[in-house]
């Protein structure tokens, strides 16, 4: 195939106007990885300017073919790129890492054509299929999703996890570009410039491969990635040979030049001499091809106020994780913004219900965790509301992927069942202890841990309200129902569920050991001194109501948790309250446990009813 010789002229513009401004901008901030912006020039002249869809002007509308930059430390690329297309002043670029630019050293969602936060490597491939199983299902209008990585990152095995599942759900408007520039931050590569080997791992996967030789004559690149858009039926991945600093002869290929500016009086006059040679005096406007219309219906706005009470009776059994199921459905019935997102544990979290009833918005990730977050992540990105669900264990292996997303601002929601040592004789490898902690730390995020299936239920639906990311741990056994249906959990509140007209001792504590502390206090003496909190809330915190409570108690608190003693319910209560208790009792889960039942885990960490009560004899003797 040949191309128009005034095309091809103008595309070796871009490219050297990406090259000149990732130059100019990095040697600016005195910072940056300009290197990696050389070797994807060539791919991203070709990308915006001939193959991509989409409106300059809007680059957040559903309807344009979107790009993920996988590999973020190329982020003055990219922005060289939009700037190239229009969007951005190219004196903004030149604000470049500084503090309050919104031309971060890595892309931000800060960006309307960013949807996720990139730099921690190897997410990009699962939340570009996020995003394009987002446009075939929703948008409807044919467009594309374009990730590009870096070969560094591919030797991540959550690049592998979307690879596999993009085949299984033969994800054609996926199309993933791996830049082989050869070099990593400190050494080579795992496969060098061995391109076979790449092919045949993604053919492998499932993909058509296309391999690139020369990823610097923009020919090659333009007629890869136009064979690319022509592949049906399955996922396609361009693969590209480049050279890291390609485009500049004094550090091409060269080893010890990531993430290093080139400065002027070192080379700067040089190289911006070089790549000026393809510059043209006058370019034209550039040729952006418009994307279709929207055929789908892309809802927007607040959740709808009604949904249907939880179903089930005060004094009846449940376990917290039984909720998921009716919580999902009558929200997915509400808003079909609702998706499910499962870690093959469908069967146990009861996020089944929801794929039963709504097929077509539930994705099976099937064991691998970190994809299923990342998949979360992009759907969140363009709009959706996606709550990804399995043993809240599992979600630590995601957990950098639930950072990003929550960096990102993004509405992901994660429900983790089975938590704590009461799932008995599975043993401490299923038995989260340290969630809570973990989700604690995300911006804007909200954490809740219910005691019984009505609050649960209204803890899920509250958590698709809340804007921004978001956890509900669950429990698995059967424990009886302690609130009426239409019972209310807001957000950042809390229930005293046993009350004191004198208390001397305020009683703390969450999900299952809820239960355990009332068995404890229904023989307990001066247990009428005792007021037992539900602190279903751990973030945010209830502190001016909690604070008025242990207040009335002379600040005597006991904490009584089945999680690690840092970062759980016990750490949330002392950090909120400092200052403000006398006196702190705090059982939590101090040691690795064993296989056991329930109530024999329980007994050994000191959290069953017969322990806590010889516990709360202590305290208010």
């Not at 960013?114 to 075939?136: F, M, N």
Request: glycine share 10%.
């Amino acid at each position: 195939m040949s191309y128009d010789a005034s095309m091809i002229k103008e595309l070796k513009h871009r490219a050297a106007r990406i090259r000149w401004l990732s130059l100019k901008t990095t040697a600016e901030a005195g910072s940056g990885h300009p290197t990696s912006c050389c070797s994807a020039a060539e791919i991203l002249a070709a990308l915006f300017f001939r193959v991509m869809r989409y409106d300059p002007k809007n680059p957040a509308s559903h309807a344009n073919d979107r790009l993920v930059m996988s590999k973020g430390h190329a982020a003055p690329a990219l922005y060289a790129a939009w700037c190239e297309a229009g969007f951005l002043e190219e004196k903004e670029l030149f604000t470049l890492r500084k503090m309050g630019s919104r031309i971060e050293g890595h892309p931000m969602p800060s960006l309307p054509f960013v949807d996720v936060a990139t730099g921690s490597l190897g997410q990009g491939l699962s939340v570009g299929l996020g995003i394009a199983i987002q446009q075939k299902n929703v948008v409807k209008n044919g467009a594309r999703t374009f990730v590009l990585m870096g070969d560094g990152e591919v030797a991540e095995g959550s690049v592998w996890e979307a690879f596999a599942l993009a085949d299984n759900l033969k994800t054609d408007n996926l199309i993933g570009i791996i830049d082989v520039n050869r070099l990593g931050q400190s050494r080579e590569t795992m496969h060098g410039h061995d391109m076979r080997t790449y092919a045949r791992k993604v053919e492998a996967f499932g993909w058509e491969a296309i391999v690139v030789e020369d990823g610097h004559d923009i020919e090659q690149v333009l007629k890869a990635l136009e064979q690319a858009v022509h592949v049906t039926g399955k996922p396609v991945c361009v693969i590209a040979r480049t050279l890291k600093g390609g485009g500049l002869s004094q550090i091409a290929d060269k080893d010890n030049w990531h993430g290093k500016p080139i400065v002027a009086g070192q080379g700067l006059e040089q190289a911006l001499e070089e790549v000026s040679k393809d510059l043209m005096k006058t370019p034209p406007a550039p040729a952006i091809a418009k994307p279709a219309e929207i055929k789908g219906t892309i809802v927007t706005g607040p959740l709808k106020a009604n949904i249907e009470p939880a179903p089930y009776k005060k004094g009846e059994k449940a376990a917290t994780r039984q909720a998921v199921g009716p919580a999902l459905v009558n929200l997915g019935k509400a808003d079909e913004r609702i998706w499910a997102i499962d870690g093959d544990t469908q069967n146990s979290t009861y996020s089944q219900k929801f794929g039963e009833k709504y097929p077509e918005r539930f994705v099976e990730c099937f064991i691998a965790e970190q994809n299923m977050a990342g998949v979360a992540a992009g759907l969140a990105a363009r709009g959706l509301i996606p709550f990804a669900t399995t043993f809240g264990a599992f979600l630590a292996r995601a957990f950098d992927q639930i950072r990003m997303a929550a960096l990102s601002g993004l509405k992901v929601k994660f429900i983790g069942t089975h938590a704590g040592i009461s799932i008995g004789e599975d043993g401490p490898s299923q038995m989260a202890l340290e969630d809570l902690a973990a989700f604690a730390t995300l911006p804007n995020g909200a954490v809740f841990y219910p005691s019984d299936a009505v609050s649960a239920y209204h803890c899920i639906v509250n958590l698709a309200r809340h804007d921004g990311p978001g956890y509900v741990r669950l429990s698995r056994p059967n424990s009886e129902v302690l609130y009426d249906a239409d019972e209310t959990f807001p957000i950042g509140g809390l229930k005293v569920i046993r009350k004191s007209d004198s208390p001397a001792l305020t009683v703390v504590s969450s999900g299952v050991i809820v239960h355990e502390i009332l068995k404890a206090l229904k023989n307990l003496p001066g247990a009428e001194k005792i007021q037992v909190v539900d602190l279903y809330s751990i973030k945010p915190f209830p502190k001016e109501e909690l604070g008025k409570l242990v207040k009335a108690s002379g600040g005597k608190v006991a904490v009584f948790e089945e999680h690690a003693p840092e970062g759980g319910v016990g750490a949330a209560v002392s950090l909120h309250l400092a200052g403000q208790i006398s006196s702190f009792k705090h059982v939590a889960v101090t040691s690795v446990p064993r296989s056991g039942t329930p109530e024999e885990l329980l007994e050994s960490f000191g959290l069953s009813s017969d322990r806590i009560a010889e516990t709360l004899k202590s305290l208010v003797k």
